[in-house]
């Protein structure tokens, strides 16, 4: 398929996990892909040569999100590798735990970094290189909307921001003919939530399919978007979740 030919996206947070399936998804419908990496540079060299392997074209950029000037010069030097940039998808993330009292300010003004303020600077940097149907989509998490266990208010407090901000993107940019869409994933079988992990028979437990998402239903969704189907969909946010918040 060929869908996104002649397309270049960036993916933050792109060497593990949801991320390298977009990253691989998006590649596989054509598009040139650059991702985003912190430290795993051998996991992100992983994702490249399996994009390349299959004919595409990709690149593996060192930044981490919570470095304001990294996130910027990565979505330029995405641009720049590609001679333009279409899609940005804001992946990146990190899952802190803890119930309120345990949590420091550190570990606030980071997760609040890396979640909003890496998006926000993220999405206004592409903009210098997107032109009519760009397409922003940012990876959230259902616990935004309700959470139903302790030890998240930081993380549901920093995902939900990115409703707001989806919103008034959407708003922003309709006349540029650029879209904004935020998917929010539920439990998602990954390294950093196995669905053989401790808690997973709980987390399964509270969906209405009664099992974890692959990575790949992930990246399928916001390959709908990314793709011609998604271009009269923006400031909508998609939640995969196997029904646990319905």
Same mark, same amino acid.
Do not use: C
């Given at each position: 398929m060929s869908e996104l030919a002649g397309r270049a996206a960036l993916v933050t947070g792109g060497s593990r996990g949801i991320g390298a399936a977009i990253a691989r998804r998006l590649a596989e419908l054509g598009a040139d892909v650059a991702i985003t990496y912190v430290s795993a540079k051998d996991r992100a060299d992983e994702v490249v040569d399996?994009?390349? *392997?299959?004919?595409?074209?990709?690149?593996a950029i060192?930044?981490?999100n919570v470095d304001a000037t990294a996130v910027v010069s990565a979505v330029d030097q995405a641009a720049a590798? /590609?001679?333009r940039l279409d899609i940005l998808v804001n992946n990146a993330g990190v899952f802190p735990f803890g119930v309120i009292d345990e949590v420091t300010t550190e570990e606030v003004d980071r997760t609040l970094a890396i979640h909003a303020r890496a998006v926000f600077l993220a999405s206004q940097a592409a903009l210098r290189?997107?032109?009519e149907d760009g397409r922003i989509i940012s990876i959230g998490s259902n616990l935004a909307e309700r959470v139903p266990f302790a030890g998240v208010a930081l993380y549901a407090m920093s995902k939900s921001a990115l409703i707001g901000f989806t919103k008034g993107l959407a708003r922003d940019l309709g006349e540029r003919g650029?879209?904004?869409n935020l998917v929010q994933p539920g439990s998602t079988d990954t390294d950093m939530n196995p669905a053989d992990g401790e808690s997973a028979d709980h987390q399964r437990s509270l969906t209405a399919l009664g099992r974890y998402a *692959?990575?790949?239903d992930i990246a399928e969704t916001v390959a709908y978007l990314a793709g011609p189907a998604g271009r009269n969909i923006t400031?909508?946010? /998609?939640t995969v979740d196997g029904g646990t918040n319905a």
């Amino acid at each position: 398929m060929s869908e996104l030919a002649g397309r270049a996206a960036l993916v933050t947070g792109g060497s593990r996990g949801i991320g390298a399936a977009i990253a691989r998804r998006l590649a596989e419908l054509g598009a040139d892909v650059a991702i985003t990496y912190v430290s795993a540079k051998d996991r992100a060299d992983e994702v490249v040569d399996q994009i390349k *392997a299959k004919g595409g074209r990709a690149v593996a950029i060192p930044a981490d999100n919570v470095d304001a000037t990294a996130v910027v010069s990565a979505v330029d030097q995405a641009a720049a590798e /590609f001679g333009r940039l279409d899609i940005l998808v804001n992946n990146a993330g990190v899952f802190p735990f803890g119930v309120i009292d345990e949590v420091t300010t550190e570990e606030v003004d980071r997760t609040l970094a890396i979640h909003a303020r890496a998006v926000f600077l993220a999405s206004q940097a592409a903009l210098r290189h997107m032109t009519e149907d760009g397409r922003i989509i940012s990876i959230g998490s259902n616990l935004a909307e309700r959470v139903p266990f302790a030890g998240v208010a930081l993380y549901a407090m920093s995902k939900s921001a990115l409703i707001g901000f989806t919103k008034g993107l959407a708003r922003d940019l309709g006349e540029r003919g650029i879209t904004a869409n935020l998917v929010q994933p539920g439990s998602t079988d990954t390294d950093m939530n196995p669905a053989d992990g401790e808690s997973a028979d709980h987390q399964r437990s509270l969906t209405a399919l009664g099992r974890y998402a *692959a990575a790949s239903d992930i990246a399928e969704t916001v390959a709908y978007l990314a793709g011609p189907a998604g271009r009269n969909i923006t400031g909508s946010v /998609f939640t995969v979740d196997g029904g646990t918040n319905a």
